[in-house]
């Protein structure tokens, strides 16, 4: 039989779409999918690629899927039958992007240095829309019912939970002692007055620093005790006054996770 050759995520994109390399290089948790991309361009094959990568076959396919639509073509190909069995390739494109992943690096780490020997701390590549980011380490992980409850310190020891499924803390690479970026949008972020009584929730303490817009949609800013600020909005009728005693509340579910 004559080996048939199929594209993962064809049925979302065409072969002959342009590669978008900012899109697939510009992601928090890229070196752990270019991991896996290089280790099918080694064995050829994806599940041998998961095993060596340490993840599971459903999060290395989810890896190659979502860097393919990043990129927006697809990067691996699967041929089925043929005297070898069957087994994965990268595409052309799949090739390109390693290629690039690495000249990229070395950019990076060049830039970084300079960076440092300068005196200072640098956070490349993190383009987004969220206001709220702060550095954290994680402190454990915890099996949850949606996949995994990780447990974040911010700078003074302030403990704050993320939930993730499986399949992203594993690509994330996440364990005790690792430094990364929580992040969230400010409208997922409630402040008042009065401590929150919901459970399961993150709350954070400080005072405001800042109060702009009018009732029913006044964005709040505060300074948190780590010396981090928050944006959200408050979530009560009478306005806050600046250095006013106020908590934050943020669902685990609405923190986002980043590799800095």
């Not at 440092?116 to 702060?134: D, I, K, P, V, Y």
């Not at 803390?169 to 990364?180: D, E, I, M, S």
């Not at 402040?191 to 459970?199: D, H, K, R």
């Amino acid at each position: 039989m004559l080996p048939v050759t199929i594209l993962f995520g064809k049925s979302q994109m065409d072969k002959t779409s342009s590669l978008r390399l900012d899109a697939a290089l510009g992601h928090d948790i890229t070196d752990k999918r270019i991991d896996v991309l290089r280790r099918i361009e080694a064995v050829g094959s994806i599940s041998e690629a998961a095993r060596a990568a340490g993840i599971s076959y459903k999060a290395a396919w989810q890896a190659i899927e979502t860097l393919s639509n990043l990129a927006g073509t697809p990067l691996v190909e699967k041929a089925v039958g043929g005297s070898g069995g069957g087994g994965a390739q990268l595409t052309s494109a799949g090739h390109k992007v390693l290629d690039a992943f690495d000249y990229f690096s070395k950019v990076r780490q060049a830039a970084m240095l300079q960076a440092f020997n300068a005196g200072h701390e640098a956070t490349l590549g993190l383009r987004t829309s969220m206001r709220n980011q702060w550095v954290c380490t994680v402190h454990h992980l915890a099996p949850d019912e949606h996949g995994q409850c990780v447990a974040l310190a911010l700078a003074d020891g302030t403990p704050i939970q993320s939930v993730l499924t499986d399949e992203s803390a594993q690509l994330l690479g996440l364990k005790p002692g690792l430094t990364v970026l929580a992040l969230c949008k400010a409208t997922a972020v409630s402040v008042g007055a009065n401590l929150p009584e919901q459970e399961n929730m993150n709350v954070l303490a400080g005072r405001v620093e800042g109060v702009s817009g009018g009732p029913g949609k006044t964005e709040t800013t505060m300074r948190l005790a780590c010396g981090a600020s928050l944006v959200g909005f408050q979530n009560e009728p009478q306005l806050l006054e600046q250095g006013q005693p106020v908590w934050a509340q943020i669902d685990p579910a609405s923190l986002v996770v980043a590799l800095p």
